[in-house]
């Protein structure tokens, strides 16, 4: 996590899901973390020195790959931002799958398999029970429509996810047509559902929500 967002979860959230362990990346960057906040937070967690964003991980500095090396088989790892552009040590060894409005690291020696994935394991914002904000309400500054577009991108991003998988899947033609029809059907099926709440009032009808896989090439 990122910002306000972690000290948020452990207020707000605290009780609710206690199985779940939240911290703030920009933290994990400062000497205090380490020494005021770790030992009592996380004491499960595995921090191998201080977190430098895309640096050696040479003492008394560690990076995301480290960190995952160390936590990895621990229990799951999620990440509810971006991943830095400066970090680029788990290219090739972890990938950010998406995971509802966050991603979760998947290690590439597990062979893990996307399909699986999505039908199983990726979990859906049902908007029935959290409804949208009217994006003509608010302006994209705002946190209301910011959230808005979070979640919406649950919709949008496993169809892209699975289409860039096709995309290179260069050798072998049947996985790959799995993999574009699995995006297919992820499209039509989304933006139904999405088209089913502008009929009902839920969505503002007048507002395009939904961006395929395929205009992302």
């Known amino acids: 996590s990122s910002g306000i967002n972690a000290e948020y979860g452990h207020t707000i959230g605290e009780e609710y899901r206690t199985d779940v362990m939240v911290m703030d990346m920009q933290f994990m960057q400062a000497y205090w973390f380490y020494i005021c906040l770790m030992p009592v ?8 020195g201080l977190y430098k964003p895309g640096r050696a991980s040479e003492y ?19 990440m509810c931002v971006s991943v830095p552009d400066a970090e680029d040590s ?6 950010a799958w998406p995971f509802g409005m966050c991603k979760k ?3 590439l020696s597990d062979n893990p398999d996307p399909l699986k994935h999505l039908d199983n394991d990726m979990p859906w914002i049902d908007l029935d029970e959290y409804p949208l904000p ?12 910011t959230m808005m577009m979070s979640m919406l991108e649950t919709y949008t991003k496993p ?4 289409w860039g998988k096709a995309n290179h ?23 139904k559902y999405l088209f089913e709440r502008m009929e009902s009032g ?12 395929m205009e992302k090439q």
């Open 41 to 48: 937070n996380w004491p499960d967690v595995s921090f191998p």
């Open 90 to 95: 788990i290219e090739g060894v972890y990938e």
């Open 105 to 107: 690291f998947v290690r």
């Open 169 to 191: 899947l260069r050798d072998n033609p049947s996985l790959r047509k799995q993999y574009y029809q699995k995006a297919y059907d992820m499209l039509v099926s989304n933006r």
């Open 134 to 145: 009217d994006p003509d309400r608010y302006e994209p500054q705002t946190w209301e429509y």
């Open 159 to 162: 169809s892209i996810f699975i």
């Open 60 to 78: 008394p500095f560690y990076n995301l790959k480290t960190f995952l090396d160390h936590n990895y088989h621990r229990f799951p790892v999620y």
């Open 202 to 213: 839920k969505l503002n009808p007048n507002v395009r929500y939904y961006v395929s896989p």
